[in-house]
């Protein structure tokens, strides 16, 4: 077995400077949060309006959180499904970064709704001709497939732990029984997202009168699913980059430098389809309009699509930390862009006498959900064995 088997907890100081910045920003978020569900509501916690019924919480905490959490059944996928037993390393931080990223964006969801406390209607009021429906109902589903996933990894924490004996049996026996079963819920998990992922695009082909022609396509769904695809593993990267960095651990280039080489195929195979669409239906003649949606349609094309994949080309770029970094990062945030970009640049609804603007709550609420995820984050790798990485073991033996 080899030293990447071995996941086991970090083990660092869980409080620094960096923690109470979050934990600042996760305080701002409760306050705000206390204002617009007990007090303002959305009316006055947002700027939204009728003509613009959803703002940032949609665009990225709920559809851009939905995008970067394809990291989970991506790298579920190649490990478990391909057998691929290299990347078993990586398998965990990436679960556990897709159960608190959906997990949030239901809690995003949640301020986005009038009527908050109706948000579990779906779950019994089924409307099989909707597709928020079956966004709705696969979400559901494949947080709770996250939940059973991460299972054995709390499991594994208390088994040997000889304080509570008692305790220690059943998760052992509960342990024993979930790995029998375990390739069940890996399967489903792929499946369920790829639904919703697609399913997320279909929304915008429902109102094609009221987004921009650059993204106005009927193949949408098919976007949004290869662009989850091309997202997972660079995410991943990222992820783990960062983690390591904040905990002073090596980079662990073994594993992420051929990890990139699927980010090269998935990246490839998005821009093909994008310019091909392009192509077909003649949209490429709204690049050279100067308008805002041109520019940022560019900006998303060649920062986030076009210059990582040419990197990534490069072997060397691929096997030095900080230029991978780079490349994973741009991807990262070329996805982040474009879901702004569909659900927000591009949306513009006909004999429109406002506009929208994100009110200082809305931007509050959104930072302190992802300040609030790190936390978690970070609670988690401290106590659970998520991380695998030489110098955890070195240090434990």
């Known amino acids: 077995m080899s030293e990447h088997a071995l996941p086991m907890p970090v083990g660092r100081k869980f409080f620094t400077p960096g923690v109470l910045m979050l934990l600042i920003l996760s305080i701002i978020m409760a306050c705000t949060a206390f204002y617009r569900f007990a007090l303002g509501g959305l009316a006055g916690a947002t700027n ?3 003509e613009f019924p959803w703002g940032i919480w949609i665009a990225i905490d709920v559809a851009t959180g939905v995008a970067l959490a394809a990291g989970g059944f991506t790298t579920a996928t190649l490990a ?13 931080p ?28 779906p779950v019994i009021l089924w409307q099989g001709n909707s597709v928020l429906f079956e966004v709705g109902m696969c979400v559901v589903c494949y947080i709770n497939v996250l939940y059973i996933e991460f299972l054995p990894i709390i499991c594994e924490r208390f088994e040997t732990d000889l304080r509570w004996p008692t305790l220690s049996r059943i ?12 390739f069940v819920f890996v399967i489903a998990g792929t499946a369920l997202s790829c639904l919703h992922q697609s399913s997320l695009g279909t929304l915008m082909v429902i ?20 662009s989850a695809f091309m997202v997972g593993f660079p995410m991943v990267i990222v992820e783990s980059m960062f983690a390591g960095w904040s905990f002073k ?29 392009m192509a077909i239906r003649g949209s490429y003649v709204y690049l050279t309009e100067n308008s805002v949606q041109s520019w940022c349609f560019i900006i998303e094309m060649l920062f986030g699509v076009m210059i990582p994949f040419f990197m990534l080309l490069s072997e060397r770029v691929r096997n030095t930390p900080r230029l991978l970094l780079t490349a994973a990062l741009l991807i990262v945030l070329g996805v982040v862009f474009n879901r702004i970009n569909v659900f927000l640049i591009s949306y513009q609804p006909p004999y429109v006498t406002q506009s929208y603007f ?24 401290t106590y659970l064995p998520v991380i695998s990485h030489p110098d955890l073991t070195a240090r434990e033996s």
């Open 48 to 50: 939204l309006n009728q």
């Open 80 to 92: 478990h499904i391909f057998h691929r037993e290299h990347y078993h390393a990586i398998t965990r």
């Open 94 to 121: 990436a679960l556990l970064t897709a159960m608190l990223g959906y997990t949030f964006v239901g809690i995003g969801l949640t301020f986005d709704l009038g009527r908050f406390y109706n948000i579990w209607h």
């Open 171 to 182: 998760a052992a026996a509960l342990n024993s029984r979930l790995s029998r079963i375990m």
């Open 207 to 226: 109102c094609p009168a009221k987004w921009h022609d650059l993204w106005d396509t009927s193949i949408s769904p098919l976007l949004f699913l290869l």
């Open 249 to 277: 651990l090596k980079p662990e280039m073994e594993i992420l430098a051929p990890l990139s080489k699927y980010t090269i195929f998935f990246t490839g195979v998005y821009l093909a389809v994008k310019l091909t669409d």
């Open 358 to 381: 994100p009110s200082l709550m809305e931007v509050a609420i959104t930072v302190g959900l992802i300040a609030t995820l790190m936390l978690v984050y970070r609670l988690a790798v």
